[in-house]
Each structure stands twice: as structure tokens, then as C-alpha cells.
């Protein structure tokens, strides 16, 4: 067998592009031929995943077809889209209230084709107004959802395009947002994406379909070039798709994070000739965004929060940078008139708590990290078990101390044991690795007397290492270990799941 494996994934994960390896190994063991090196496709690269696969699928077909040449008569022709969509004329009756979306779903839970339209109950800023980060605590009535969770479960939120960039789009493009259409699969067992209701809106489709918001891939403005009309814009847009371009498509957009609409606005005679037909292949759906659920239903019953920080940051584009769905939940205003929505399910996280009541729990969770924890916390005290520390590092205890009441209360009745790392309030940083060591005894006690649990959280780079580092030196020097076995101490505290990570970039 002649094979060729790409893999997919994201370098700043442990196991990363695991299963490529394996089976890339594997099926040389088998005595399987390589057409090509593994390749190992990754998102933290500055172009994504596409920096490895375009040269991958030149060489493949370069291989393939000197292995197999195309029979005489045959060319190559690129595929077609797989939908025709069809412009109604007016709006459709039974459309006038547009279904957003199923909402509570008979047979089954709430689910990524049957979200649930949850109501915003409140939205607030949980960092001071002198900190350089919007942090927000947005909370969700989720009663007659269906919905249930534990600690440790993660939401899934599906974020909107704001007004103002949907009627930018339709008006780059030449449509009328308040225009009908239905989509026909071109083929049978090509099925219409799940969520979209038939018909709908133009303005629909794009506010909670196309991610015009997202920065282009190469083969965006491949097809763009395909489209345009425009024998200027479609030159540009060649050189910014062909593989000789790249250093200019980085500079033109990966690196400034312009986005699709931006691109559009650029190229207006092309943007303006899109055959609507094309829209879906054109532009990536709006993937739905993960958030670790940061309360219990056992504190508040038939309610769901979560901690946003907003990403917002300035590149050398004159308007800033906003993350879709952040800024999309920090602009919701539940005292607004009509109700405010949000489609979301829920699902399990990585982190899994132990069952057995006695089981101490030890969560290191700097930043948002806490989140995942609140929920933990939460959960145990009101089913009274003990035996829950907790280490939070933020910069400035009056600045970005999430929760601290509430902490602080739960110190004091025993529940809780509480040690912080306030980053910037002296001179040397402080993380919480530092205090990590500091508790060294404590941490091994807990861990190899108490046969604790050990959970890690939270979205800086560098993080996670630290802190496993620390570990292994507490295996060290509080329990005598070598280096070797320190780390074998590791591996089978991970394997046993008694130590979870859950960490984000
Ligand atoms: P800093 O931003 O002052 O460097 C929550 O973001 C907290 O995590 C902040 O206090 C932040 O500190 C800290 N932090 C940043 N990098 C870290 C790392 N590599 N390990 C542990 N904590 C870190």
C-alpha cells in the first residue's frame, strides 16, 4: 500500500498531532510505502495549518499522478459547489418570525444542530475599571433547557456577526439582507448545514453563518481569484494565492489579522460579482466557541456562568482587533428591551472530578483558569466535602481577583484553602508555581498520603510547564525521588488521571 499522512494539530498541546505519528509509524511497521514524509500541519504557525498542507498536496499530486497518470482524454476539472441557492421574491409567510433556531428540543438535550436560545440574565465586569483587561462574568438561565452539568463540563456558545459588519458584507456584495432564500443540495447526500432554517434571511445567514470576521486562507482568495471579473483585482488576488505569495498574503492579513470583510471592502469589483451559489464554499461557517462552565447547579440551580475575557488588541490596522465571540457576549444587554439570546449546549470537559467523597482536590488556576474550579468548588462544598485548595495567581489583587468574597467566605467556614500569586505587586513577578514550591511539603502530603487529585487550568503560554516543573521538583526534594523517577511519578499520576490539565491558548 502506498500511503501519505498529514496530520492536524496544535504544537502548544503535549500530544501534538499524536495520531499522525502513530499511524504514520504504524503503517511503516506494516510494511506500507511512504509517498511522502509525515507531515504535521500546525495552528500555532503563523500561516495555520496551511503553511505545511499546501506544499503537502503539491507534492502528493505530484507523486500520485507520476504514480498513476491521468488515462489520455481525461483532465483534471475542479469540483462544483455542492448548493444552488435560490433568491425568493418577498418574505415568505411562515419566515416573518424568522426560527433562529430550535430552542428546547424534544428527544435529547440541546445539541450543536438543536442549541439552546439561552436568556442573558446578567453581564458584568468582574475585573476593576482600571485594568487593562475586560474580564466578564455573564450568566445564563438555562430552566427548561433540558441542560444538566457537573464540574468540569464545558459550554458551547455560537456567536453572531455584529449589525454592523453584516450590513457592511451585504453592501460590499450588492445584496439585500432582508431578502429570502432557500439552499438545494446540488446532489443527493449532500446534506444542507443542520442549523440553517429553510428558507432564510440573507441577513440570517450571514450574521450566525459566515464568518466574515475570521483572517482568509489561501484558498479563499484562490477562489476569490476565480470569481473576479476585475482584471486588476483578480492579478492581486493570484499573487495573494499562489505560494510565491505567501510572504505578501502574511503581510497583507495573517499578520495584521484582517479579516474577510476587510479583504472584501478591498476588492469591490470582485466582492461585488460573487455568485451567491459560491457564498458557502467562499467563507467558513462560524464555529461555536468552548467556555468551561464556572458555577454549579447545586449553587444556582437552573442557571449557567461562565468568565469572558474579551480579546481585543491593536495591530498596525487602524480599527482594533475583537475576538467574535467575546466581544458578541460583552455587548449583550440583558436590561435591553426584547429578549437577548444565546444559542448554547453543553458537553464534558477534559477535567473529571474524583467520586470517592474523602478525595482531596488540589487546582491551580491563574487568570480565567479559575473558572473551571469555581464550579468544582461550588459543587463539593455543597455536597460538604473538604479537602479543596486552591492556588490563583492574577497581577493585582484590586484589579483581577476573580470571586475574592466569595474565596474568602468559604476559607473561613474550612472549605477551602486559598493561596494567591499577585504578579505585579512587587518587583519580582510571582507566579503560582512559586507558591506551588512554597507548599511543597503540603503538596506532597496531599498527593502521595491523601491520594489527592491535581488539576491544572488557564491559558498562559508558558504556564502549565512551570507548573508541572514544579511538581517534579517537589517529588524531589519532598519525596526524595530522582530526577527519572520524579518524572515517572508524573507520567503515572497523568495516566491515572489524577492529574488533568485543561489549558488553552
Ligand atoms: P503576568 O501577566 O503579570 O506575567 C493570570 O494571567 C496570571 O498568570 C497573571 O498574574 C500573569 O502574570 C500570570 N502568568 C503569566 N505567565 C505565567 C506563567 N508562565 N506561569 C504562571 N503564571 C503566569
Not at 499522525?20 to 511512504?34: D, E, M, N, P, V
Not at 457537573?150 to 453584516?166: C, E, Y
Request: net charge neutral.
Amino acid at each position: 500500500m502506498d500511503f501519505a499522512v498529514l496530520g492536524l494539530g496544535d504544537s502548544s498541546y503535549t500530544k501534538f498531532n499524536f495520531v499522525a505519528k502513530k499511524l504514520h509509524r504504524r503503517l511503516l511497521q506494516l510494511g506500507a510505502s511512504a509517498l511522502l514524509p509525515l507531515c504535521l500541519g500546525d495552528e500555532q504557525h503563523e500561516l495555520g495549518a496551511d503553511a505545511a498542507i499546501d506544499p503537502w498536496l503539491r507534492d502528493l499530486w505530484e507523486r500520485v499522478l507520476g504514480l498513476y497518470p491521468m488515462p489520455d482524454g481525461l483532465t483534471e476539472i475542479s469540483p462544483g459547489v455542492p448548493f444552488t441557492m435560490q433568491l425568493l421574491q418577498g418574505a415568505p409567510s411562515e419566515c416573518s418570525q424568522e426560527p433562529h433556531m430550535a430552542c428546547a428540543s424534544p428527544g435529547g438535550p440541546p445539541s450543536e444542530s438543536k442549541p439552546f436560545l439561552a436568556p442573558v440574565v446578567s453581564n458584568q465586569r468582574v475585573t476593576s475599571p482600571s485594568h487593562f483587561q475586560d474580564v466578564r462574568l455573564i450568566e445564563f438561565d438555562i430552566s427548561g433547557s433540558g441542560i444538566s452539568f457537573t464540574a468540569g463540563h464545558v459550554v458551547l456558545i455560537q456567536p453572531s456577526n455584529s449589525a454592523r459588519h453584516v450590513q457592511k458584507f451585504c453592501q460590499v456584495l450588492g445584496l439585500n439582507p432582508d431578502q429570502y432564500l432557500t439552499l438545494q443540495p446540488r446532489e443527493p447526500g449532500i446534506t444542507c448545514p443542520p442549523r440553517l432554517p429553510q428558507p432564510c434571511s440573507l441577513r440570517h445567514l450571514v450574521s450566525q453563518h459566515l464568518d466574515i470576521a475570521s483572517v482568509p486562507r489561501r484558498s479563499f482568495f484562490e477562489l476569490l481569484a476565480c470569481l473576479s471579473p476585475h482584471e486588476l483585482e483578480r492579478g492581486k488576488l493570484l499573487e495573494l494565492s499562489s505560494m510565491e505569495g505567501q510572504e505578501e498574503r502574511l503581510q497583507y492579513c495573517t499578520r495584521p489579522r484582517r479579516t474577510i470583510l476587510e479583504v472584501l471592502c478591498d476588492f469591490p469589483h470582485t466582492a461585488s460579482a460573487i455568485p451567491l451559489d459560491y457564498l458557502l464554499d467562499l467563507i467558513p461557517p462560524i464555529r461555536p466557541r468552548t467556555f468551561s462552565i464556572a458555577s454549579s447547579l447545586l449553587a444556582h440551580p437552573s442557571r449557567l456562568q461562565i468568565l469572558v475575557a474579551v480579546v481585543q488588541y491593536q495591530t498596525r490596522l487602524k480599527e482594533p482587533r475583537r475576538g467574535l465571540c467575546s466581544s458578541w457576549l460583552a455587548s449583550l444587554d440583558p436590561g435591553q428591551a426584547g429578549p437577548v439570546q444565546v444559542p448554547l449546549w453543553v458537553q464534558p470537559g477534559s477535567l473529571t472530578f474524583p467520586e470517592m467523597p474523602d478525595t482531596p482536590v488540589v487546582m491551580v488556576g491563574p487568570g480565567t483558569g479559575v473558572a473551571p474550579f469555581r464550579a468544582t468548588v461550588q459543587e463539593r462544598v455543597a455536597q460538604g466535602r473538604t479537602g479543596n485548595f486552591l492556588f490563583f495567581g492574577c497581577r493585582w489583587r484590586d484589579r483581577d481577583f476573580y470571586w475574592e468574597a466569595e474565596w474568602r467566605r468559604l476559607e473561613q467556614t474550612g472549605y477551602l484553602t486559598l493561596f494567591t500569586a499577585f504578579s505585579r505587586e512587587q518587583e519580582q513577578k510571582v507566579y503560582v508555581q512559586q507558591r506551588l514550591r512554597e507548599q511543597g511539603p503540603l503538596v506532597w502530603e496531599l498527593l502521595d498520603r491523601r491520594g489527592a487529585s491535581f488539576y491544572l487550568a488557564g491559558n498562559a503560554k508558558s504556564m502549565p510547564e512551570g507548573v508541572l516543573e514544579a511538581l517534579t521538583s517537589i517529588f524531589q526534594e519532598e519525596g526524595g525521588l530522582s530526577g527519572p523517577d520524579a518524572a515517572a511519578y508524573l507520567a503515572r499520576l497523568q495516566r491515572t488521571l489524577r492529574l488533568q490539565t485543561e489549558t488553552w491558548a
